[in-house]
């Protein structure tokens, strides 16, 4: 290998190692040293798709480009308890003759790309006030799964318009904020959204039975009770529920269970009276 070319891969500043026709190492950048933990006196020992088989995993379907004689996939490495991802480029080496004479590998760390992807798609599916799920996040995912069996709880907090006019947007922040944190207690295995103002939805992807289901609701209606007595007002939670064997439409399922909500509400409403 020629001083040029050491100095080229040496000086790049990403992982790279060139291999012969049967992957076996020639050279390898510092960079990529410090990745792997190895000292140059073993480099020609070092088995690359041994080493990626072993510490890496795949997140990503492997990508031919034929032109170019290239595969990328992208894969995540922890280093240090934090997960790092890498688009592993794999690129064939085409001496004179048009034949393959080698190869060389490149990581490209995306981590930064994917940790500010990932926080992007959590805010654009996420309530700011409970940092539950939106209706956004659970329409997509309603209309992704309604093949699926599921029960849907459709929620509304009882007489929280009036406490909110009475006793200030403050109060009732804190009132659907606390409401929030009991539905994730009383259902932590729920996929739970605030759907806007003052209702919420609950998915609940395992079945569940009628006495283990009333008694949740129960819990969370006394919960939230808890949150607000005074002038004669209270808070509680009305919740209408749904439930398919994976044959009904989204719309369907949400209409139903709207429905129900609506009609114990209107029951309570009544009994007020």
Not at 173 to 193: H, R, V, W
Request: glycine content about 4%.
């Amino acid at each position: 290998m020629g001083l040029e070319l050491s100095i080229l891969v040496e000086n790049i500043p990403f992982p790279l190692i060139l291999c012969d026709v049967n992957w076996k190492t020639l050279k390898m950048n510092d960079c990529f040293r410090k990745l792997v933990g190895i000292d140059k006196a073993k480099i020609q020992d070092f088995d690359f798709h041994l080493w990626l088989e072993r510490n890496m995993t795949q997140v990503s379907d492997d990508s031919e480009n034929l032109k170019t004689n290239s595969r990328e996939h992208e894969y995540v490495l922890q280093i240090g308890n934090k997960d790092h991802h890498f688009i592993v480029i794999e690129q064939e080496i085409i001496d004179y003759f048009r034949n393959v004479s080698g190869y060389f590998v490149i990581l490209r760390d995306v981590t930064i790309a994917r940790n500010f992807e990932a926080m992007i798609l959590n805010a654009a599916n996420t309530d700011a006030l409970t940092q539950l799920y939106n209706r956004r996040y659970f329409e997509d995912f309603m209309k992704n799964n309604a093949k699926r069996p599921m029960t849907l709880l459709y929620m509304d907090l009882d007489n929280f318009k009036e406490v909110n006019d009475k006793y200030g947007h403050r109060r009732g922040d804190e009132i659907l904020q606390n409401s929030a944190k009991f539905m994730q207690e009383c259902f932590p295995t729920g996929i739970i959204s605030r759907m806007g103002g003052d209702e919420f939805t609950v998915i609940l992807e395992k079945p569940i039975s009628e006495e283990n289901m009333a008694t949740a609701c129960e819990l969370l209606n006394q919960k939230v009770m808890s949150l607000f007595r005074s002038g004669g007002l209270h808070v509680s939670v009305s919740v209408g529920i749904s439930k398919t064997d994976g044959t009904r439409s989204y719309d369907e399922i949400l209409h139903e269970a709207d429905e129900r909500m609506y009609a114990l509400k209107k029951e309570r409403h009544a009994e007020r009276e």
